[in-house]
């Protein structure tokens, strides 16, 4: 235990010492210097940082967990991100720093009215305290109680521990988050990104040569063949993640969290031009790809090594295989980088929660008309995070009592919010009549009805279905009104350019790439792939060479789109206010 405790503590004050020092250079007395960054940050940084922001204990506890239980389906939440991150490149980020946005209600405001603003701030708070930091601090807080022992070294109950890690973790994150702004916040991301990345893999690896006793090739041949129903991506209405919620509700929350949560398209926003925006975004498209070896993969190996319901808690079944495959020193260096990540999840959300509430609900002017003074701006957010920080600690422990496992109940909690503001923002970009009021009554009537029919009814079709239905419903109420009572309020596409905007050379190229590897990752994991009922075979590969082919059709095809969406933003006509900075 003390090589584990001391490599952990080495591992950890090395990042944080140089995340300080490579901050320091950045003025936080300012909001793009706190919040931005300064707006400087490369592409690799934002990558790692996106990843990082995204990959906390929740993902590695809650998939491996789910995975465990059930199959592989729930890959629709990881897979499918490679795509949608190439959408934020190439569609998205060129119209948002093109303004020089520092939040996303920064559109809302600019095409509905204020009010719109700030209801979508207020929602984002409301998301990132009840269910994003608190679910990031408990799963944080059993990953470490498990590997550390936390209760039996301290002589506490299970549920005395979690409250213990979730407090030393909420503490420690708080200071973090206050002190250093995003700059440092996204600093460590990068290099806690490399270490988890590392780890991440070591895992499989060593849980492969457990489960084959010394030899890879052999656990390989008990995964394909003992029950290759585990591989399967493809889930049925009955599994965690179906299919065909890729076709309906699915790709928007993907769409919303990568590009419209200001947690996570935060970073991007910080991007010293947009070429490094477009390389970190699909750079992190890239690594989303690999992400399922990391996060799902553990959970086959759990099955076959300990076998269905060897392990009472689901939960507890990733931190039980890193403890029982990982050499002594790896685990400490592992837990280093995975309690990088839970900091980068609940720094980086605190960090919004900072930007959203000092820019868009309390920036405004003095009484005597004069604009509120930088300083007070971000002194006002840091008071802000810090009161948001401490009330999730005392909502996380309260994630004990979670039925349906953590990952699930996770995504069905943000669908209250994602695809509603999703909504607002397509429509209000496709059509420039649509009205506040008509924005206001479909974010009111959609997340009414989600939170009635998924917490409420026992409906006969999967909630992400109802959030499909809901955005074709709203969206056309949205056109209608646009029609019948159309706003008179001309929305001007007006080009700031706080940043260059030359875009990336080869961002369609490597686009397609990554496009066609989702493509084929859900081939290779079908009942035509490596999740054949006979195990791999033959006729396996056979289908593999027809999946490449039409592989390469979707990629074709994706490329012009791409291109057409595009170019519409680089020939658009707006209006130029400021000189590049």
């Given at each position: 235990?003390?090589?584990?405790?001391?490599?952990?503590?080495?591992?950890?004050?090395?990042?944080?010492?140089?995340?300080?020092?490579?901050?320091r250079?950045?003025?936080?007395?300012t909001?793009?210097?706190?919040?931005?960054?300064?707006?400087?940050?490369?592409?690799?940084?934002?990558?790692?940082?996106?990843?990082?922001?995204?990959?906390?204990?929740?993902?590695?506890?809650g998939?491996?967990?789910?995975?465990?239980?059930?199959?592989?389906?729930?890959?629709?939440?990881?897979?499918?991100?490679?795509?949608a991150?190439?959408?934020?490149?190439?569609?998205?980020?060129?119209?948002?720093?093109?303004?020089?946005?520092?939040?996303?209600p920064?559109?809302?405001?600019e095409?509905y009215?204020?009010?719109?603003?700030?209801?979508?701030?207020?929602?984002?708070?409301?998301?990132?305290?009840?269910?994003?930091?608190?679910?990031?601090?408990?799963?944080?807080a059993?990953?470490?109680n498990?590997?550390?022992?936390?209760?039996?070294?301290?002589g506490?109950?299970?549920?005395?521990?979690?409250?213990a890690?979730?407090?030393?973790?909420?503490?420690?994150?708080?200071?973090?988050?206050l002190?250093?702004?995003?700059?440092?916040?996204?600093?460590?991301?990068?290099?806690?990104?490399?270490?988890?990345?590392?780890?991440?893999?070591?895992?499989?690896?060593?849980?492969?040569?457990?489960?084959?006793?010394?030899?890879?090739?052999?656990?390989?041949?008990t995964?394909?063949?003992?029950?290759?129903?585990k591989?399967?991506a493809?889930?049925?209405?009955?599994?965690l993640?179906?299919?065909?919620?890729?076709?309906?509700?699915?790709?928007?929350?993907?769409?919303?969290?990568w590009?419209?949560?200001?947690a996570?398209?935060?970073?991007?926003?910080?991007?010293?031009?947009?070429?490094?925006?477009?390389?970190?975004?699909?750079?992190?498209?890239?690594?989303?790809?690999?992400?399922?070896?990391?996060?799902?993969?553990p959970?086959?190996?759990?099955?076959?090594?300990?076998?269905?319901?060897g392990i009472?808690n689901?939960?507890?079944?990733?931190?039980?295989?890193?403890?029982?495959v990982?050499?002594?020193?790896?685990?400490?260096?592992f837990?280093?980088?995975?309690?990088?990540a839970?900091l980068?999840?609940?720094?980086?959300?605190?960090?919004?929660?900072?930007?959203?509430?000092?820019?868009?609900?309390?920036?405004?002017?003095?009484?005597?008309?004069?604009?509120?003074?930088?300083e007070?701006?971000?002194?006002?957010?840091?008071?802000?995070?810090?009161?948001?920080g401490?009330?999730?600690?005392?909502?996380?422990?309260?994630?004990?009592?979670?039925?349906?496992?953590?990952?699930?109940?996770?995504?069905?909690?943000?669908?209250?919010?994602?695809?509603?503001?999703f909504?607002?923002?397509v429509?209000?970009?496709l059509?420039?009549?649509?009205?506040?009021?008509?924005?206001k009554?479909s974010?009111?009537?959609?997340?009414?009805?989600?939170?009635?029919?998924?917490?409420?009814?026992?409906?006969?079709?999967?909630?992400?279905?109802?959030?499909?239905i809901?955005?074709?419903?709203?969206?056309?109420?949205?056109?209608?009104?646009?029609?019948?009572?159309?706003?008179?309020?001309?929305?001007?596409?007006?080009?700031?350019?706080?940043?260059?905007?030359?875009?990336?050379?080869?961002?369609?190229?490597?686009?397609?790439?990554?496009?066609?590897?989702?493509?084929?990752?859900?081939?290779a994991?079908?009942?035509?792939?490596?999740?054949?009922?006979?195990?791999?075979?033959?006729?396996?590969?056979?289908?593999?060479?027809?999946?490449?082919?039409?592989?390469?059709?979707?990629?074709?095809?994706?490329?012009?789109?791409?291109?057409?969406?595009?170019?519409?933003?680089?020939?658009?006509?707006?209006?130029?206010?400021?000189?590049?900075a």
């Open positions: 235990m003390g090589i584990i405790l001391g490599s952990f503590l080495g591992v950890t004050l090395i990042i944080l010492l140089i995340s300080f020092y490579q901050s250079k950045v003025a936080k007395n909001s793009d210097g706190y919040f931005l960054g300064g707006r400087s940050l490369t592409g690799g940084v934002i990558g790692a940082s996106l990843l990082l922001t995204n990959l906390s204990a929740t993902n590695f506890v998939m491996t967990s789910d995975v465990y239980r059930v199959n592989m389906s729930t890959i629709g939440w990881e897979t499918p991100c490679a795509i991150l190439v959408i934020v490149a190439v569609v998205l980020l060129p119209r948002y720093l093109s303004r020089g946005f520092a939040t996303i920064d559109f809302l405001e095409r009215d204020k009010s719109v603003k700030t209801w979508v701030s207020v929602l984002f708070l409301i998301c990132y305290l009840c269910n994003t930091l608190p679910i990031c601090l408990y799963a944080g059993i990953t470490v498990q590997i550390f022992d936390i209760p039996g070294m301290f506490l109950t299970y549920a005395q521990g979690v409250w890690m979730v407090l030393l973790i909420g503490v420690i994150g708080i200071i973090y988050a002190v250093g702004g995003l700059k440092m916040v996204a600093t460590a991301d990068t290099l806690n990104g490399v270490l988890l990345v590392i780890g991440g893999l070591l895992v499989p690896i060593f849980g492969l040569l457990a489960l084959g006793k010394g030899s890879i090739g052999d656990a390989m041949t995964i394909l063949n003992a029950a290759p129903e591989l399967n493809i889930g049925t209405e009955q599994d993640l179906p299919f065909s919620t890729l076709f309906t509700g699915l790709m928007p929350v993907l769409i919303y969290y590009g419209m949560d200001q996570i398209i935060q970073r991007a926003l910080a991007a010293k031009n947009l070429k490094e925006g477009q390389k970190g975004v699909m750079f992190a498209g890239f690594l989303k790809l690999l992400t399922p070896i990391v996060l799902m993969f959970g086959i190996i759990c099955f076959h090594l300990f076998g269905a319901g009472e689901s939960d507890l079944a990733y931190a039980t295989l890193v403890n029982r990982l050499p002594k020193p790896l685990i400490g260096l837990i280093a980088a995975m309690f990088g839970i980068s999840t609940f720094n980086g959300t605190l960090n919004s929660v900072s930007t959203l509430f000092a820019m868009n609900i309390y920036k405004g002017k003095t009484k005597d008309g004069e604009p509120v003074p930088e007070k701006i971000v002194r006002v957010g840091k008071i802000c995070g810090l009161i948001v401490v009330c999730a600690m005392f909502v996380a422990p309260m994630f004990m009592y979670a039925p349906d496992g953590l990952y699930s109940m996770f995504q069905q909690l943000n669908g209250l919010f994602n695809v509603p503001i909504t607002i923002m429509m209000g970009y059509n420039k009549k649509t009205p506040a009021i008509a924005a009554i974010l009111v009537v959609f997340i009414a009805v989600f939170g009635v029919t998924t917490f409420f009814m026992d409906l006969p079709i999967y909630y992400l279905h109802v959030s499909g809901m955005f074709v419903l709203c969206c056309i109420f949205m056109w209608i009104m646009g029609k019948v009572k159309p706003t008179d309020k001309v929305f001007e596409r007006k080009r700031k350019n706080v940043v260059d905007i030359q875009p990336w050379k080869y961002r369609y190229e490597f686009g397609t790439l990554i496009a066609c590897g989702a493509v084929l990752t859900y081939i994991l079908s009942p035509i792939g490596f999740a054949s009922p006979d195990g791999a075979d033959f006729m396996t590969g056979v289908w593999m060479v027809v999946g490449v082919a039409a592989t390469c059709v979707v990629g074709f095809i994706f490329k012009k789109i791409m291109k057409r969406f595009d170019r519409e933003v680089y020939e658009e006509k707006v209006t130029e206010e400021t000189s590049v």
